[in-house]
């Protein structure tokens, strides 16, 4: 009997750092941030901090992986033996990526592929690649990990604020977000994403501080009846990021917590002053 070699990709947009990135070994394949005079690849030759540093000079634009991109991926596990891959991608309501990979493993029919839409977005993403990779490294098998990932992704929740809406108006990212409005009332909206894998408002409230304290409300209402991990996001807010994650020391029913940044190709989209917690229910 030969045993299956699983290999996991996802996108650059999952936010896992370098250590998990290896212990899983996670083959990333990079978003693209596009200014006019140069194309910069994402968290791999430019910062979230320097694309926020930047936008009051230019707005740049995102791709997803280049298609080159993706097909090296596919011809270098090949080489190295792989006979199966779980690609777990952004959510297609947000990015291209899930139906690029779809047409390159359409060209690699020696790889079995399960390419499975996250439908979320950030550490929400990088969770489900995370349980992948445990389950990956437990030694499970491919279809048993596949008919799993349903239920790991019920079990994400990512809830996150911005300091403006501008940012996520002009790059077309809204969706049912009413930007203008909001604006003028001072209105904060507690931003989630939706069955469809699209940014909707979970709930408004008025002013940063409220706002901030609805995140931390949200999440400790699941820590109440359900033990989670949770995940704590900024960018180019990282003071008030801190104090959101001490804010979940000591909670109970904590399973863990965890500190990062996002990526810079989704610092695009929601400007300076991005605070995220991602809930992630046990089993």
């Known amino acids: ?5 699983i290999a996991l990709i996802s996108d650059s947009s999952c936010d896992l750092n370098e250590e998990l990135i290896n212990k899983y070994n996670v ?6 941030i596009i200014y006019k005079a140069k194309e910069y690849i994402d968290r791999v030759n430019i910062t979230p901090k320097e694309v926020y540093d930047n936008l009051n000079i230019e707005i740049p634009t995102t791709s997803m992986p280049s298609m080159l991109d993706i097909e090296n991926i596919y011809t270098a596990l ?3 033996g792989y006979t199966h891959v779980i690609a777990v991608t952004i959510s297609s309501g947000l990015s291209g990526t899930f139906n ?9 029919l020696s790889l079995i592929t399960c390419l499975f839409d996250s ?6 993403l990088g969770a489900i690649v995370q349980e992948c990779g445990s389950l990956i490294n437990e030694g ?6 596949v008919n799993m990932l349903p239920s790991i992704k019920n079990r994400i929740s990512v809830y996150y604020v911005v300091e403006t809406l501008e940012y996520l ?35 408004k409230v008025r002013g940063r501080k409220q706002s901030i304290n609805k995140l ?6 699941t820590l109440e009846t359900t033990k989670a991990r949770i995940f704590v996001l900024q960018g180019g807010a990282l003071e008030e990021g801190k104090k959101l994650y001490d804010s979940f020391l000591g909670a109970a029913n904590l399973i863990s917590l965890h500190f990062g940044d996002i990526s810079p190709a989704l610092g695009v989209h929601t400007g300076p002053g991005l605070l995220g917690v991602i809930v992630v229910r046990d089993v």
């Not at 083959?27 to 693209?32: E, N, T």
């Not at 690029?100 to 690699?108: D, G, P, Q």
């Not at 931390?216 to 209402?221: H, L, P, R, T």
Request: no cysteine.
């Open 1 to 5: 009997m030969v045993l299956n070699k």
């Open 27 to 32: 083959r990333i394949m990079p978003l693209r």
């Open 78 to 80: 090949e080489k190295e």
């Open 100 to 108: 690029a990979v779809k047409l390159v493993s359409e060209n690699h």
């Open 119 to 124: 439908k979320t977005i950030s550490a929400g």
């Open 140 to 145: 499970r098998s491919f279809e048993e990990i």
């Open 169 to 203: 108006k002009k790059g077309g990212r809204i969706g049912r977000v009413a930007a203008t409005i909001g604006e003028l009332l001072h209105i904060k909206p507690i931003i989630s994403v939706d069955e469809d894998g699209k940014y909707y408002n979970y709930t």
């Open 216 to 221: 931390i409300d949200i999440a400790k209402e």
